[in-house]
């Protein structure tokens, strides 16, 4: 199934909800990023969130979203856009960790892996200046922390549901996601219909991988009221090119430029995001070199 967002009102237009799958999108970062089950777990969640969120900005917006904890995963960052394209990175991709005992034995201990810390989102609108905010991390389980920092940092009460199923050879099985949040006419008696209702909805990956879509999740959350405003498909997308890597290669100060040209004759340069890798040789750089001394 190709992963897609919707953007829907419901419940008399007093809560907007957000559903996507992204099995697809997961499974292409930890080919790409080389994951382990706990770090696809962990950083899946957190690439599925930013992606819907940035379905809520405009053209010419992007967001910047990062979690540094203190677990062994360290920091994550991914930047999304409103295209429903996502990207990013993960300090420590080879993590795995599952839970030794309790009713979670066996699974995948996310909390423990990302572990303290904060959560920043840096909102570039097209203005001069940035926009960050940030709120703590709840547990750790990128769902909590979201809904977390909606309520603070955005004063937007909000409910983030997100999960990433691994198969035992490691590869993404099913992944997907909610957003829900309340408007500021939503009744008394909506918000205690859905806060039932969101204790008893079965995971976001067992949802997926039960086949069910993100329509009939949104039906379900819902209860029926759904208003679908807009479908729009979400990527793992990186738009790198050797012309970025010139430029910045061209901001090196003039001894570092100079090692790169008579010492070792050439640059590699690999992105983060994707891994591609650019090679430039002593011809290139000597190029990029008169180039800056001429700008």
Known sequence: ??????????????????????????????????????????????????????????????????????????????????????????????????????????????????????????????????????????????????????????QTPSSVGVGVLVDVDQHCLASGGYILQLMPNVTEETINHIETLIQNIPPMSTLIHEGKSPEDILHVLASGTEHILKKHDITYACHCSKDGFSRSLSALDEETLHTLIHDDGFAEIECHFCRKKYLFDKHELEHIRIQRKKA
């Open 1 to 154: 199934m190709k992963d897609y967002a919707l953007i829907a009102t419901a419940y008399q237009n007093t809560v907007r909800i957000y559903v996507a799958s992204s099995t697809n999108l997961v499974e292409e970062a930890r080919n790409i990023h080389d994951t382990w089950p706990t770090a696809t777990a962990a950083f899946g969640r957190f690439l599925t969130v930013s992606a819907m969120m940035g379905l809520m900005f405009k053209e010419g917006e992007r967001i910047t979203l990062r979690i540094k904890g203190d677990g062994p995963i360290g920091a994550m960052l991914v930047e999304a856009n409103h295209l429903g394209e996502v990207r990013g990175e993960i300090q420590n991709p080879q993590i795995y960790i599952k839970y030794d005992e309790g009713p979670k034995a066996g699974k995948l201990n996310v909390g423990a892996a990302v572990g303290q810390g904060f959560l920043h989102i840096t909102k570039d609108l097209g203005m001069k200046d940035f926009f960050t905010s940030s709120s703590t991390l709840q547990t750790g389980e990128i769902g909590d922390d979201f809904t977390y920092y909606f309520a603070t940092s955005e």
